[in-house]
């Protein structure tokens, strides 16, 4: 299969299955916004729980916090983002595609380049040097293009009652003012009432580090979790859900002490990777890649990037940082809080005195929620080729999701709507929920179309019922994965699916 197939069965498998939808598709979609639907949601739901339990739940230096996504604005001006979380965007003069800079198409510098006039396919053809910037339109080619300028990734909304436009409107009426005086006026308006999306959920365990530490009575190391939604103004967004405007983010701060950073990032980097391989079929499908010294952001001294294989090539999964005590410095320095840790059992290396208050240093495994929903999918689609009953070639789509993230655990399936199978298909359905299983109840259609639906969703165990089953009490269980089918009692099978889901048994 090539990029495009895998790519594109999956979106329409997504959307014909209620995995994700185009965002406000009956008005045409909103670019780059998506909905999760029925099945997505809970798949979503699965993987932010799987990464909640292993970094919190079943740990005692980790604790979580959910804090507002709008937060005061000098949280951005002094974590950098106001002024630096921009990317570099062009404009093509020829096909007026808008573009970043630094992902275009690079081009020897002087190179002769032919492309088509307005970034057409066919029509007349021009040609023309590749400037000294080295790059051309990612779209038609043309090294015609506009000066680069930055674009702020944040997206600014206003809190309060207040419209910054009518005081703006009042500030201007009857004075002559040049484009720029206007532009100053227009900033400074709408300044005053400004606040932005969070970008990052990180900030907020930063200006939340001495509440969190004093009211927990936490001891260095230890760390704040975090998952929510961050929003960045794209200039472009990708490959269905993996770069979108509005996504999740699983984030964990790590304070740690001045000096410990390498083992703990060394530390950090071996169990993110063996968390992400933990519910994936290829193992091989991931890599460590460090940072070049010109790819680190201001303030990281080390970063790996937890890659994995998507059907273009490899990409950015979770990136973990190495943050050294920028942020903790820098929100102290502006806010005049000391965001600092004292251990009284250690002794300050400056004085040699017992006792050390210092900055801790950050190590932050910085997870993408809806771009590991993407990986798990890729990773779980899945074409085996076999035979129909007339012989005939028939390919079987399935979802080889791990049983703890599929969507739906087990599906019940009486043969047919009477004889007292459905009666007893219930009495199954009634113990697995009981126990937090989610099952489904499917009596339409065919048994090999009920077979091939929980297929595509990933449904790792179909209970069915029959005749015999009312008579003798058993039922066939088939697998997902091989479509094995053993016989067993329905007790037996409501035992293994819920050891198979780590749910607790009762009779
Ligand atoms: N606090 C650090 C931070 O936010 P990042 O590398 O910019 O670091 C962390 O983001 C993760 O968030 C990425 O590895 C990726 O999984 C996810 N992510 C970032 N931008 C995204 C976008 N536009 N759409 C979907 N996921 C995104």
């Known amino acids: 299969m090539t990029t495009n197939d ?8 997504c959307k014909r299955r209620g995995f994700v939808f185009q ?44 804090a507002s996504i709008m937060m005061h604005p000098k949280v951005w001006e002094t974590s950098g983002h106001l002024s630096g979380f921009s990317d570099p965007l062009v404009d093509c003069l020829n096909c007026k595609e808008r573009f970043r800079a630094d992902k275009a198409p690079r081009g020897e510098p002087g190179a002769s380049v032919e492309f088509h006039e307005g970034g057409k396919s066919s029509g007349k053809k021009l040609s023309a040097a590749v400037e000294a910037r080295g790059y051309v339109c990612p779209q038609c080619g043309s090294p015609k293009l506009s000066d680069e300028r930055q674009f702020n990734l944040m997206f600014r909304t206003a809190l309060g009652p207040v419209d910054p436009l009518s005081s703006f409107v009042q500030d201007i009426q009857g004075k002559n003012l040049s484009v720029a ?25 930063f200006v939340q580090f001495l509440n969190v530490q004093q009211s927990m009575s936490m001891k260095i190391p230890f760390g704040i979790a975090q998952v929510g939604k961050s929003f960045r103004n794209e200039i472009v967004t990708e490959h269905f859900i993996f770069r979108s405007c509005e996504f999740e983010q699983m984030e964990m701060e790590f304070f ?61 999964l979770e990136g973990i ?18 965001l600092s840790y004292f251990d009284q059992q250690k002794n ?53 999701l791990v049983p703890r993230l599929a969507p739906i655990k087990a599906a019940v399936l009486p043969l047919v709507k009477k004889d007292g199978q459905p009666e007893k298909g219930e009495a199954i359905v009634k113990r697995l929920r009981k126990a937090g299983v989610i099952t489904s109840f499917d009596v339409q259609q065919s048994i ?49 699916v819920m050891e198979k889901m780590g749910a607790v048994y009762t009779s």
């Open 6 to 13: 895998v790519m594109s069965k999956l979106v329409s498998l």
């Open 23 to 66: 965002s406000s598709e009956i008005y045409g979609g909103l670019k780059s916004c998506y909905d999760y639907g029925p099945l997505g949601t809970e798949l979503k739901r699965n993987l932010a729980n799987e990464w909640w339990k292993a970094m919190v739940q079943t740990r005692d230096d980790i604790v979580g916090l959910d």
């Open 181 to 205: 005086e206007l532009r100053s006026k227009l900033e400074e308006a709408i300044k005053s009432t400004a606040v932005y999306l969070r970008p990052e959920t990180a900030q907020a365990m």
């Open 256 to 316: 740690v002490e001045p000096g410990t950073q390498a083992e703990w990032l060394k530390y950090w980097c071996e169990e993110r990777m063996k968390w992400y391989q933990s519910f994936t079929n290829k193992k091989d499908g991931f890599r460590l890649r460090q940072h070049e010294k010109n790819e680190l952001a201001h303030y990281a001294d080390n970063v790996y990037d937890i890659e994995y294989m998507y059907p273009w090539g490899w990409g950015e």
């Open 321 to 338: 940082a190495s943050r050294t005590d920028f942020d903790l410095s820098r929100h102290a320095a502006a806010s005049g809080v000391k």
């Open 348 to 400: 300050d290396p400056a004085t040699g005195k017992p006792g050390w208050r210092y900055t801790p240093y950050v190590i932050e495994p910085a997870a993408g929620l809806t771009r590991t929903v993407l990986c798990v999918l890729i990773d779980a689609y899945a074409e085996e080729v076999g035979q129909d009953h007339e012989g005939g070639e028939k390919t079987r789509v399935l979802l080889k």
């Open 448 to 496: 090999g179309k009920r077979y091939a639906r929980h297929d595509e969703v990933g449904t790792p165990f179909c209970i069915t019922v029959d005749n015999q089953s009312v008579v003798d009490d058993t039922v066939t269980v088939r697998f997902r994965d091989d479509a094995r089918q053993e016989r067993m009692t329905s007790d037996g099978a409501v035992r293994l």
